[in-house]
């Protein structure tokens, strides 16, 4: 009988004897786990898969690319026993590169810049290499802080970003860079991160925990539509806030989040208008889930438990909207980042 | 010119004369305790107070605040490590009214770490191995490296002391000592980072306020190394 399995890619800071990017192996039954092989990389605090899954890109959160007060992207080639080889990067205009995304076609990679607050273009050739920058978008100049947390496409024409100069959700055209729209969250919390899911989009603030829902409205309206706030603890929370990752099922059912000091992910429910209903909180076995990344298939879970320097597996059960935990914790230093492919067949 | 204003531009020529004169022995004394391992006295006795004070080496970004600038030179005595600094004369401006000055050095340096060949063996997980850029043919790996810099220093008069307030060091090139900064241009990009973050990671715990993280507060000013496809950026301004 032929074994499922999946593969997640675990993205690292180098400290603590990191190695770079961990290749994990997840039996899809027994959700066994085990390190298949270390990539030499540098602060690879972001990772990304293509749809395809024969390519991997992966930030360099540091200070210097190539020589210059840049980070970068870089591309790995997937080999079949899931080991990386590296294709070369990029440098990205901007320092502390913290996010990355790849388009639906493959064709585009978008990278965001802590430092700086710009964002990149990157056009990817059809040998999954990462070509020289095509864009550069800059933050306003009268922002005092320059800085960006996330950026991913929005539909096939836009690109989003989480912008913590202006506080704000912001829209840009893909093609160009041209800025269409954005929303400034009230009460200048520290926004974080989002997601998209059909025609909604989740921002999601560090601090507090809410989550923002948006209607997609710039087709029709060349806006975003404010639909709901809500946190990712229940009311009730009197604990800490440092939210990390926001990610919506594959099927669109469910939208999890994770708090970093309450070492949880929420679940919720999302209704048919996009809004969210708060279902359960998971407790992960480890400290400090800095990223998470569901497979392609909708069924499993991987966090990356940052200060505990361990990863661990949930599964998704769809009947009751809860995760459990699955399997025993692997051991990795400072693990970032995690990106985990759909079911393979040995 | 009458004799006040003869006097006058004599004391000012004076005070110039003793303002590069102190400066530049505050630099000596940086060079020589950069040597002899004494980062507490360089912090103590040539540093402002002032959490104005900040800190920049290569592409590292700015540290300010004074606990950031500590982290640079806070570092446990290790047995064949070693860190020289050679001053060149420096371009050196004093304000009019004395209180404040920039100066411009190259220098000359090396870094040691005997490495594999020394009495503190860095253990092998430890990712900073990869810092130990020349390898006997035995293959003990150990850095010798020489590295040429800028220093660009903005100082101040604290309590009637010159002392450090902004220190920037842009590092041309640094190569083994065994090889030259041209062939070495490429494989030195494999470690830039890695070299930075070491520079910055203190042997102390570091403070609350850190979150347990030595971030810079803010994007790199300016930079430029060696590389074989760049030419040099402009002179300082």
């Not at chain 1, 829902?213 to 309206?221: A, G, I, S, W, Y």
């Amino acid at each position: 009988m032929k074994k499922s399995y999946y593969q997640a890619y675990i993205g690292t800071n180098s400290v603590r004897g990191s190695q770079g990017i961990y290749s994990i192996h997840i039996d899809a039954d027994s959700f066994e786990t085990e390190i298949i092989a270390a990539t030499q990389a540098y602060n690879t605090g972001g990772v990304a898969l293509d749809r395809t899954e024969r390519f991997l890109y992966a930030v360099n959160e540091g200070m210097t690319f190539d020589g210059y007060a840049d980070g970068g992207v870089s591309a790995y080639r997937i080999e079949r026993n899931g080991e990386l080889t590296k294709l070369g990067g990029q440098r990205s205009f901007g320092q502390r590169t913290c996010c990355v995304a790849v388009d639906e076609a493959g064709e585009n990679v978008y990278a965001c810049n802590f430092y700086h607050g710009t964002w990149t273009a990157f056009p990817v050739a059809k040998n999954g290499k990462v070509l020289p920058a095509r864009l550069v978008v800059e933050p306003p100049r009268e922002a005092v802080w320059k800085a960006l947390h996330c950026v991913a496409p929005v539909g096939r024409d836009y690109v989003g970003v989480i912008s913590l100069a202006e506080c704000a959700l912001v829209i840009y055209r893909a093609g160009d860079g041209k800025r269409i729209t954005s929303f400034e969250f009230p009460d200048k919390p520290f926004p974080r991160y989002f997601e998209i899911s059909g025609k909604y989009i989740y921002a999601m603030m560090q601090m507090p925990d809410d989550i923002y829902v948006f209607e997609d409205r710039l087709e029709e309206e060349g806006s975003v539509r404010l639909l709901q706030k809500i946190s990712v603890m229940e009311e009730s929370f009197r604990g800490m806030a440092a939210t990390s990752t926001l990610r919506a099922t594959p099927d669109g059912r469910f939208l999890l989040a994770a708090n970093r000091p309450s070492n949880s992910i929420t679940v919720f429910e999302r209704r048919k208008d996009g809004t969210l209903a708060r279902r359960s909180i998971a407790a992960l076995s480890g400290d400090g889930p800095r990223d998470f990344h569901i497979s392609r298939d909708g069924k499993i879970v991987v966090a990356a438990l940052q200060h505990s320097d361990e990863i661990c597996v949930l599964e998704i059960d769809y009947e009751s909207g809860v995760l459990v935990n699955r399997g025993k914790n692997v051991s990795i230093p400072s693990p970032a980042a995690v990106a985990v492919s759909g079911r393979m067949e040995a | 010119m009458t004799i006040e204003e003869r006097l006058f531009r004599l004391e000012e020529r004076m005070r110039q004369s003793e303002a590069r004169a102190a400066i530049a022995d505050l630099m000596s004394r940086y060079a020589f305790y950069c040597g002899a391992g004494c980062g507490e006295r360089i912090l103590t006795e040539l540093w402002t107070k002032s959490d104005e004070a900040s800190l920049e080496y290569g592409a590292s970004g700015v540290y300010t605040e004074h606990w950031k600038v500590e982290t640079f030179y806070q570092k446990e005595p290790v047995p064949g490590k070693l860190t020289t600094l050679s001053f060149s004369t420096p371009l050196l401006q004093v304000s009019p009214d004395g209180e404040s000055a920039r100066g411009i050095w190259m220098a000359f340096s090396t870094e040691t770490d005997a490495g594999d060949l020394g009495t503190a063996v860095p253990d092998i997980s430890d990712a900073r191995r990869a810092l130990l850029s020349s390898e006997t043919a035995e293959g003990k790996c150990y850095r010798a490296e020489i590295l040429l810099q800028k220093y660009d220093v903005n100082f101040v008069v604290e309590d009637g002391v010159w002392k450090i307030l902004h220190l920037h060091v842009s590092e041309y090139f640094r190569c083994p000592y065994d090889r030259d900064w041209v062939r070495y241009a490429k494989e030195r990009l494999l470690t830039d980072g890695m070299w930075l973050e070491s520079l910055f990671a203190s042997s102390k715990p570091l403070p609350p306020q850190s979150h347990g993280e030595n971030l810079p507060s803010g994007p790199s000013t300016e930079h430029w190394q060696y590389g074989t496809d760049r030419v040099p950026d402009t002179l300082p301004g």
